[in-house]
C-alpha cells in the first residue's frame, strides 16, 4: 500500500491528477489490537504500527489539498499515540477534532468494559483554509417538523404570520375555513399584502389549525429551506449507523462470501465525505478493504482513488461491490438517500514488482521488465512519453485541415473550438499506445449553439484519417428522423453541402437492404449508423429484435457487425439521458474506439475531467448566439391564469405582427411565433384549454388552435408537436405536462408562460432550452424578434429582487483543449477554463432602429415589453417616401446578360506551372501543412516541482502514411476527375483531353514514382493542383462579354421612418437617429454610419452650388464592375448647372 501511495506522488501521470488535489484522506486501519482478522494482519508490535501510520500519513500529506482533511480511524489500543504522532506530521494547530463513533448500540459481555465506540481522528492541510460543509438536519433532529394534513410537499412547520407595527396597507380582515374572521393582534399587523396572503392561501401555506378555528400561521417546509448545523463529535448510531448495521449491507451484496470483519457502515462515509469535500472533488481511501468508502463516494459524485494491499479482498469484495455501484445493482447503503441510479467507472491498477533481482551479490534486470518494459517503465516514472518511430494521421493535429472544415460547415466559433478539443485529445489519447483503452469524452454545448455542426464537422476530420465507420445513438425517433435529415443529400436541412466527406447512412430500418450491405462490406465507404438507444440495448424490442437478429446476408447480427468494426466511432446525442448501467454496458460491447458524448446538460455523475469542451448557456447568451430570455411580471397584482394567458397572446401577437412587417421590409423567408405554457398537471392543463377554449377569451381567436401534449395525449399530438416550423402548422399556443420529449426544441418559440413555477424553475436549460434558438441564425437587429419572454408567478417587484438568485444560474465554466505556444515557442496542447456570466438587470428597452443593448437577461414589466413591441411595430410600419417637391432624379441601369465565358481547359497553353507544382510537391509533401507531432517532457518548475508539459513538432520524414499504394493509372484517373469538376471548368465533353495533359505534367513534375508520393498525400496534392488550375484560368480565360444597354429610372426608393428623431445636425452624433431639417435632401429624415457622413450632409446642404441632394442606402444605386464586384456610393449631389456627382465618404487611411 505504501507504494502505491508513493506511485501516486511521483509518478507524473497520477502526481499531475492528485498532488495537493486530494480533498477528503480516509485511513481505517487495522487497529494493532492483537486480533487476528481474516483480511488482515491486526497483530503488529505498537512501533511498527506508529512507523507505518507514520509513512502514510506523510505521504498522505502530499496529496492533500490545502483546504483537505485526513480522517483517521482507531480505537482506544492506540488512539492518544496517533494523536501525537497526527501533530508531529500535520502540526498541532491543525487538528480540528476527534469524533467518537457509537458502534453498538447494546451492551457486550467484555470482561472488563463494554466498548461501544471507535475514534476518528481529524486534522486539516491547513486549517486556515479549510472549508467544510454543515450538517442537513434529520426529520428525528427536528421534531417540531410534522404534517397533520398530509400535504404532498412533506413535513413543515408553522410560523407566525403577523409582524410588528400597523400599517394600513397589511390590515385587512382574514376569513378562515369555519367563517370566522380573523384581525392582527392589537399594534400588530400581517406579514404581507393582501395580494400575497391570497396567494399563499391558494397554495395551501395558511395553516388555521386542526379544526380550522385558529389564527392563521404560515406553513413552512422542511424541504424548501432545511436548517443546517455544525457537526459535533458525538456521532451516535442512530445518524451515522453501527457496525451491524454495515455488516448487512455487505451481507446483501455477497451473500455467499465470508464476513468481512471490518466494514463500516455507507451512513458512516457518508457524513464523512458530506463534510469534508463536494461534488467532483477527490476522496482517498488508503486501507480500501470492503470498498465502502469508494462506493459511497461514487454514489456521492465525488471522485476517488482506493489503495488495498490484499489482492484477495479487492477481487472478493472491492472491485466486485464497486461494480454493482456502478451498473446500478446496488440497492443498499444511502443508495435511495443519494438518488443513485449507476453509471461512470473506475479502473484497477497493480504496482508492478520490482525492476530488479538480486543473486549471487549482483543485480540482474527481472523478467517481467525484459522487451523493452524497464524503457515504459523508466519513462512513465520520469515523465517522459515513449514515441514509436513511425506515427499514424492519429497523431497529428492538422490546424489546416480544421480551418478548412470551418470554412466549409460555417462553423460558429463554438463549434470550431469543439472540434478543436475533440481532434487535439483524441490525438492525445492515442499517441502513444494505439491499443490504449476507447476514448470517451462529452462535449457540453448549450442548445441552440448547434451539436448537430460539431457532429457533421468531427465526422469530415476523422474520415479524412481513414475512419469509415461511425455511429449516431439517439434516445428516440424524434432525434433519428432530424440526424438521418441532416446527413440525407438535397434534404433542407442537410450539411452535407458543406462536407467533402458523403457517408452512406444507414439506419435499423435499412441495415438488412442490398445496397445497404454492399456499403457495409466496401472497406473504402465512409458508412453512418444511425440508430435510436432502444435498439441498442433492448434486444426484446422490436427494433431490438431486428438489430440483434441474425442476418444471412452479413453472416451475423447487424450489432455483431458493429462490434467486429475496428475503427467505430459513437456519438451519443443528449448523452445525459443515457447514464444508466444497461447503456454503459451496451456501448461497451460494442468495443468503440472512441466514444463522444453530446449534450447540452451532462449527466451529474459524469466525471469533470471527461468534459473536453464545455459552452455555456451563460457564454451563449453573452455572446447572442441565442435569443435574449426576458423576465417579465406585471406591476400590479392581477396573477390569475386567464390574465397571465391573455399577457402572453399580446406579447405572441404583437411579435407576430412585428415579424410580418420586417418580413416585408427584409424578404426573409416567414417564421409564426409560438407560446409555450408550461403545466405542472393534467388537471392543470385541461384549465388553460377551458380557458383558451371559452369564446369570450381573446375573443375565441385560439379556441381551435392550442396543442396538449402530456403522457396522455394521442400520438397525433406528438405528430403535430414535430411540425410547429412548418408554415401551415395551424397551432400558435403549446400547452406541456413535465418535460417535452428529448430533441424537441424549435425556432419560433417566442414565449414560455407557466401558471404555477416560479421563474427559477423556468430557467434550467431543460425548459428554457425549449425556445432559445434563432430563426434566423442571427439576431435581427429588432429587439423584440430576438428575445424570448419568460412569464412566471412573480411580479415585477419580486423579479427584481431576485436578479441576484437568477443571476446564479448562468453562472458557469467555459472549458476548451487548446494548443497554445510556450515560453520556448512550442505549441503544446491545454485546456483552458474560464468562468462565465451573464448580468441580470432591468430592461432598458431602445429604440427599434438604434444598437441593442449590452448582452444579458433582462427583467421587464408587461406594459413595458408590449410598449416596446408596438414601438417596433410603429416604426416597421412608418413610411418616408421622397419629399413631393423633391427634383426628380433618375438613376442609369445598365441591362446586362449573364456572362458568357467561353472558356475551355485548352485555353491554358503553358503547362510549366503545373509541372514546378509538382516539383514542390515532391521536394516537401507536407509544406504548409503544419503536421504536428506530440510529445512529451519533464520540466522543473520555479517551485522546485517536476511537471509533464506536452510537446509538439513537426512531423516530416519521421511521419509515415497508413495509407495503401495506389496504382498510376488511378491517381491519374482521379487527378483528371478532380481538375474536372473545378468550379472554373465548364461542363464539356470535350475538356477530358486538355485535363490530362495538365495531370501529365503534374505527374512529371513528381518525378519516377509518383504513385507513391500522391498515395500518402493525394488529397492534399489534388487541392492543390485545382487551385493552380483556378489561378491559371484567371490568367488565360477571356473577359465576360454584356449586353450594355443603358435605361434610365426614375428615383423613388420608401424608406422607414426612425422613431428617434434630430434637429442637432452640429450636435453630439447619434447612429440611427433620423435628421431634420435638411431642405435641400430629397427626404424629410436622413439617418448615417458616422458623424463624417453627417459632416458631409451639412457641406453639401450649405453648399451654394448645390441644388439638392440624396443620401443614398445600400442598394439604391448598386454599381457593378466589370470584376462583378459590387459598389454602393453615399450621396448624389446635383449641382444648380444641372450635374450629377456620385460622392462615397473614405477617411484618410481608406484613401489609396
Keep these: 500500500a505504501l507504494s502505491a501511495l508513493t506511485a501516486l506522488g511521483e509518478i507524473s501521470e497520477f502526481a499531475e491528477q492528485l498532488v495537493g488535489k486530494v480533498k477528503v484522506a480516509y485511513l481505517d486501519p487495522p487497529f494493532n489490537t492483537q486480533q487476528s482478522f481474516l483480511h488482515y494482519d491486526d497483530a503488529l508490535e505498537h512501533s511498527v504500527w506508529l512507523t507505518m501510520m507514520r509513512d502514510r500519513l506523510v505521504q498522505v500529506k502530499t496529496l492533500l489539498s490545502d483546504s483537505g482533511s485526513v480522517w483517521v480511524h482507531c480505537d482506544d489500543s492506540e488512539q492518544a499515540y496517533l494523536k501525537v504522532m497526527m501533530d508531529e506530521v500535520f502540526g498541532r494547530e491543525n487538528h480540528i477534532g476527534t469524533m467518537i463513533w457509537q458502534k453498538r448500540f447494546s451492551r457486550s459481555n467484555d470482561a472488563t468494559i463494554s466498548v461501544s465506540h471507535d475514534y476518528i481522528v481529524v486534522f486539516a492541510r491547513n486549517v486556515a483554509n479549510l472549508a467544510w460543509n454543515r450538517l442537513i438536519s434529520t426529520d428525528t433532529q427536528i421534531g417540531r417538523y410534522a404534517n397533520p394534513d398530509d400535504d404532498p410537499r412533506g413535513p413543515w412547520s408553522s410560523v407566525s404570520f403577523n409582524a410588528p407595527n400597523i400599517r394600513p396597507n397589511l390590515t385587512y380582515a382574514i376569513v378562515g375555513p369555519t367563517e370566522r374572521e380573523h384581525w392582527p393582534p392589537r399594534g400588530r399587523c400581517w406579514s404581507t399584502t393582501e395580494a400575497e396572503y391570497q396567494r399563499l392561501h391558494d397554495d395551501k401555506r395558511i395553516w388555521f389549525g386542526a379544526d380550522g378555528t385558529g389564527v392563521p400561521r404560515l406553513k413552512r417546509f422542511w424541504n424548501e429551506n432545511p436548517p443546517e448545523l455544525t457537526p459535533w463529535t458525538w456521532w451516535p448510531h442512530e445518524e451515522v449507523g453501527h457496525t451491524q448495521e454495515s455488516m448487512r449491507e455487505l451481507q446483501a451484496l455477497f451473500p455467499n462470501a465470508a464476513p468481512f470483519s471490518t466494514p463500516k457502515p455507507e451512513r458512516l462515509l457518508h457524513r464523512i465525505i458530506h463534510i469534508g469535500s463536494n461534488s467532483g472533488d477527490i476522496v482517498l481511501d488508503c486501507f480500501l478493504g470492503s470498498g465502502t468508502t469508494a462506493a459511497v463516494a461514487h454514489k456521492l459524485d465525488r471522485r476517488w482513488v482506493g489503495v488495498e494491499r490484499s489482492s484477495e479482498t479487492l477481487d472478493t469484495y472491492a472491485i466486485p461491490r464497486l461494480t454493482k455501484v456502478v451498473r446500478g445493482e446496488d440497492a443498499g447503503g444511502i443508495t435511495e438517500t443519494a438518488g443513485w441510479e449507476g453509471g461512470g467507472g473506475f479502473r484497477v491498477l497493480d504496482v508492478a514488482p520490482s525492476m530488479f533481482e538480486q543473486a549471487g551479490g549482483q543485480v540482474f534486470l527481472s523478467e517481467w521488465a525484459t522487451n523493452g518494459r524497464l524503457a515504459e517503465a523508466t519513462a512513465a516514472q520520469l515523465g517522459y512519453d515513449v514515441m514509436s518511430a513511425a506515427t499514424s494521421d492519429t497523431d497529428i493535429f492538422d490546424l489546416d485541415r480544421i480551418e478548412a472544415i470551418a470554412a466549409r460547415l460555417d462553423l460558429r466559433q463554438p463549434n470550431k473550438e469543439a472540434l478543436e478539443s475533440i481532434v487535439l485529445e483524441i490525438a492525445n489519447h492515442y499517441q502513444i499506445d494505439k491499443k490504449s483503452p476507447p476514448f470517451e469524452a462529452v462535449v457540453d454545448v448549450a442548445t441552440g449553439v448547434g451539436k448537430t455542426f460539431i457532429l457533421a464537422a468531427a465526422i469530415e476530420f476523422l474520415a479524412t484519417d481513414g475512419v469509415r465507420n461511425f455511429a449516431v445513438i439517439v434516445p428516440g425517433r424524434t432525434i433519428l428522423d432530424k440526424t438521418v435529415a441532416n446527413f440525407t443529400p438535397g434534404h433542407a436541412k442537410s450539411l452535407l453541402s ?84 444497461s447503456f454503459s454496458q451496451a456501448v461497451r460491447d460494442l468495443h468503440p474506439r472512441v466514444l463522444i458524448g453530446l449534450t447540452a446538460t451532462p449527466h451529474r455523475n459524469t466525471p469533470r475531467d471527461q468534459i473536453i469542451y464545455q459552452y455555456p448557456l451563460a457564454a451563449a447568451i453573452a455572446e447572442r448566439l441565442v435569443k435574449t430570455p426576458v423576465l417579465v411580471g406585471r406591476k400590479d397584482d392581477r396573477t390569475d391564469p386567464r390574465t397571465k394567458l391573455l399577457d402572453g397572446i399580446r406579447l405572441l401577437e404583437l411579435k407576430e405582427q412585428v415579424m410580418a412587417s420586417w418580413r416585408r421590409e427584409s424578404g426573409i423567408a416567414p417564421v409564426t411565433p409560438i407560446m409555450l405554457v408550461i403545466a405542472p398537471s393534467i388537471a392543470e392543463a385541461d384549465l388553460i384549454t377551458a380557458i383558451v377554449g371559452d369564446p369570450s377569451f381573446a375573443e375565441g ?217 509538382g516539383e514542390r510537391v515532391a521536394a516537401d509533401p507536407n509544406d504548409g501543412l503544419k503536421r504536428v507531432a506530440m510529445g512529451a517532457r519533464v520540466v522543473t518548475g520555479p517551485d522546485g516541482l517536476r511537471r509533464v508539459e506536452a510537446v509538439t513538432t513537426r512531423a516530416v520524414d519521421a511521419v509515415q502514411s497508413p495509407a495503401f499504394p495506389m496504382p498510376l493509372a488511378e491517381v491519374r484517373a482521379r487527378l483528371i476527375s478532380a481538375v474536372l469538376n473545378a468550379s472554373v471548368v465548364p461542363a464539356r465533353a470535350n475538356q477530358s483531353v486538355s485535363a490530362a495533359r495538365i495531370v501529365e505534367a503534374f505527374l512529371a513534375g513528381l518525378g519516377t514514382a509518383p504513385e507513391k508520393i500522391l498515395s500518402a498525400h493525394f488529397e492534399r496534392a489534388a487541392a492543390g493542383l485545382v487551385r493552380e488550375v483556378e489561378t491559371q484560368t484567371q490568367k488565360s480565360a477571356p473577359p465576360p462579354s454584356y449586353d450594355e444597354v443603358v435605361e434610365l429610372t426614375a428615383f423613388n426608393a420608401v424608406r422607414t421612418a426612425r422613431v428617434e428623431t434630430s434637429e442637432a445636425r452640429y450636435g453630439t452624433f447619434h447612429k440611427g437617429a433620423g435628421y431634420t431639417g435638411y431642405a435641400k435632401s430629397a427626404y424629410a429624415q436622413d439617418w448615417f454610419d458616422s458623424s463624417t457622413e453627417r459632416d458631409v450632409a451639412n457641406l453639401l446642404e450649405d453648399a451654394d452650388e448645390i441644388a439638392s441632394w440624396v443620401r443614398l442606402q445600400i442598394g439604391d444605386l448598386p454599381i457593378l464592375w466589370r470584376d462583378l464586384k459590387e459598389y454602393n456610393p453615399d450621396f448624389v449631389a446635383i449641382e444648380t448647372s444641372g450635374d450629377h456627382w456620385l460622392i462615397e465618404t473614405k477617411m484618410d487611411r481608406e484613401m489609396e
Design 498 to 581: 458543406g462536407m467533402d466527406v458523403r457517408p452512406v447512412v444507414i439506419t435499423s430500418d435499412t441495415f438488412a437492404t442490398p445496397a445497404m450491405r454492399a456499403a457495409m462490406d466496401d472497406p473504402d465507404q465512409v458508412k453512418l449508423f444511425i440508430f435510436t438507444v432502444q435498439s441498442l440495448i433492448k434486444p426484446d424490442t422490436k427494433s431490438g429484435r431486428r438489430t440483434h437478429k441474425f442476418q444471412e446476408g452479413l453472416g451475423e447480427a447487424f450489432y455483431g457487425h458493429l462490434q467486429g468494426l475496428e475503427d467505430l466511432v459513437v456519438f451519443a446525442d443528449e448523452h445525459h439521458t443515457y447514464y444508466s448501467p
Design 701 to 917: 381567436r385560439y379556441a381551435d388552435k392550442v396543442l396538449t401534449v402530456h403522457s396522455n395525449a394521442p400520438d397525433d399530438a406528438l405528430a403535430a408537436l414535430d411540425r410547429l416550423e412548418q408554415p401551415e402548422n395551424p397551432f400558435r399556443i403549446v400547452v406541456s405536462v413535465g418535460m417535452l420529449k428529448e430533441g424537441w426544441d424549435v425556432k419560433n418559440v417566442y414565449v414560455i408562460a407557466s401558471l404555477r413555477a416560479s421563474v427559477s424553475d423556468i430557467l434550467t436549460e431543460q425548459t428554457l432550452g425549449r425556445g432559445l434558438r434563432l430563426p434566423f441564425g442571427q439576431y435581427t437587429g429588432i429587439e423584440i424578434l430576438d428575445t424570448l419572454e419568460v412569464l412566471g408567478h412573480e411580479r415585477y417587484e419580486e423579479l427584481l429582487k431576485k436578479a441576484g438568485i437568477y443571476n446564479e444560474q448562468f453562472i458557469d465554466r467555459r472549458t476548451r483543449s487548446v494548443l497554445r505556444s510556450n515560453a520556448h515557442g512550442q505549441l503544446v496542447p491545454v485546456t483552458e477554463t474560464t468562468m462565465v456570466s451573464v448580468p441580470i438587470a432591468p430592461s432598458e428597452h431602445i429604440h427599434p432602429d438604434r444598437q441593442q443593448t449590452a448582452p444579458g437577461i433582462a427583467i421587464g414589466g408587461i406594459e413595458d415589453t408590449i410598449a416596446a413591441a408596438q414601438s417596433a411595430l410603429a416604426w416597421l410600419d412608418a413610411s418616408l417616401p421622397p419629399k413631393s417637391d423633391a427634383p426628380q432624379l433618375r438613376i442609369p441601369r445598365l441591362r446586362m446578360t449573364a456572362p458568357i465565358s467561353h472558356f475551355t481547359l485548352a485555353d491554358i497553353t503553358d503547362l510549366d506551372p503545373f509541372r514546378r507544382f
